[in-house]
Antibody, heavy 121, light 105 residues
Framework: EVQLVESGGGLVQPGRSLRLSCAAS????????MHWVRQAPGKGLEWVSG????????GYADSVKGRFTISRDNAKNSLYLQMNSLRAEDTALYYC??????????????WGQGTLVTVSS | IQLTQSPSSLSASVGDRVTITCRAS??????LAWYQQKPGKAPKLLIY???TLQSGVPSRFSGSGSGTDFTLTISSLQPEDFATYYC????????FGQGTKVEIK
């Protein structure tokens, strides 16, 4: 059974940093692209960042480019999102999602339950 | 690329046929997917490649279209189908539409 478990969310002040993690199990992690998708309270889905199976291709939404860094450790079956210079508008539930293939331009076939990030002073 | 879903919300009854439209600002071939999200839950993949049903998804869901215009159809709405539906394009980078909330009439 595919499982994606996010962690690392919490309350953080504007301008500070936070690192999210996603622990994956139930599939061959290093065969698939992975993504972060966020959802602000009461709002729609926003793709944040994606990384191919071998970290060779990485993409970011314009809203986070230069502030967020995605990475993965295939030996640990883990995905990460380093979030710097956080803003109030980054407040959201952050989902980890598995791509359907190795490229990050494939649909997301499994999702975690999300970790909540709140940016407030 | 921009994705525009319509309507943004709709009210329907059990048994109704429901159609949701997603329009891309430029051609995306068939690189389009549909997701369902229920309150408090993670999204669920319904359809990919515009018209391919994800394994385990009921056959009352169907997708069509290519290029710029796409539709998601629920042939006979069931109580468990009341949710928000999102389209997603994967032609250049992953991008979601703004969502369509399907409510009980």
């Amino acid at each position: 059974e595919v499982q994606l478990v996010e962690s690392g969310g919490g309350l953080v002040q504007p301008g500070r940093s936070l690192r999210l993690s996603c622990a994956a199990s139930g599939f061959t992690f290093d065969d698939y692209a992975m993504h972060w998708v966020r959802q602000a309270p009461g709002k729609g889905l926003e793709w944040v960042s994606g990384i191919s199976w071998n970290s060779g291709s990485i993409g970011y939404a314009d809203s986070v480019k230069g502030r967020f860094t995605i990475s993965r450790d295939n030996a640990k079956n883990s995905l990460y999102l380093q979030m710097n210079s956080l803003r109030a508008e980054d407040t959201a539930l952050y989902y980890c999602a598995k791509g359907r293939g190795g490229s990050y331009l494939r649909v997301f076939d499994y999702w975690g339950q999300g970790t909540l990030v709140t940016v407030s002073s | 690329i921009q994705l525009t879903q319509s309507p943004s919300s709709l009210s329907a009854s059990v048994g109704d046929r429901v159609t949701i439209t997603c329009r891309a600002s430029q051609g995306i071939s068939s690189y389009l997917a549909w997701y369902q999200q229920k309150p408090g839950k993670a999204p669920k993949l319904l359809i990919y490649a515009a018209s391919t049903l994800q394994s385990g998804v009921p056959s009352r869901f169907s997708g069509s279209g290519s290029g710029t215009d796409f539709t998601l159809t629920i042939s006979s709405l069931q109580p468990e189908d009341f949710a928000t539906y999102y389209c997603q394009q994967l032609n250049s980078y992953p991008l979601f539409g703004q969502g369509t909330k399907v409510e009980i009439k």
